[in-house]
């Protein structure tokens, strides 16, 4: 059965920094491309951040470019979002997905097929 877990949301000043991390297990993470959602109260989910499944390329919103930056160890079978220089707009439930995708769809969230619980990240002003 896949399982994500993430771990590293919290309660942040603005332009502080956090790490997310999301651990996968029970599966061929290798096969999977991995993506970093994003849901604030009363709004869609969106799409925060992309990687192929050999960490060669990485896809992002463009709020976070240049302010996140998403990794992936396939030996741990992990993956990780660095959020630097935070701000308030950047508070919501971040969410771990992991699925198979094409350059077009790689932004969709219909494109994955698994999901964390989702951590909290609130940036205060």
């Known amino acids: 059965q896949v399982q994500l877990v993430e771990s590293g949301g919290g309660l942040v000043q603005a332009g502080g920094s956090l790490r997310l991390s999301c651990a996968a297990s029970g599966w061929n993470f290798r096969n999977y491309d991995m993506a970093w959602f994003r849901q604030a109260p009363g709004k869609e989910r969106e799409f925060v951040a992309a990687?192929?499944?050999?960490?060669?390329?990485?896809y992002y919103t463009d709020s976070a470019k240049g302010r996140f930056t998403i990794s992936r160890d396939n030996a741990k079978m992990t993956v990780s979002l660095q959020m630097n220089s935070l701000k308030p707009e950047d508070t919501a439930v971040y969410f771990c997905?992991?699925?198979?995708?094409?350059?077009?769809?790689?932004?969709?969230?219909?494109?994955?097929?698994?999901w964390g619980q989702g951590t909290q990240v609130t940036v205060s002003s």
């Open positions: 990687i192929r499944r050999n960490g060669g390329t990485s």
């Open positions: 997905a992991a699925g198979t995708a094409i350059t077009s769809t790689i932004r969709k969230s219909g494109a994955y097929t698994s």
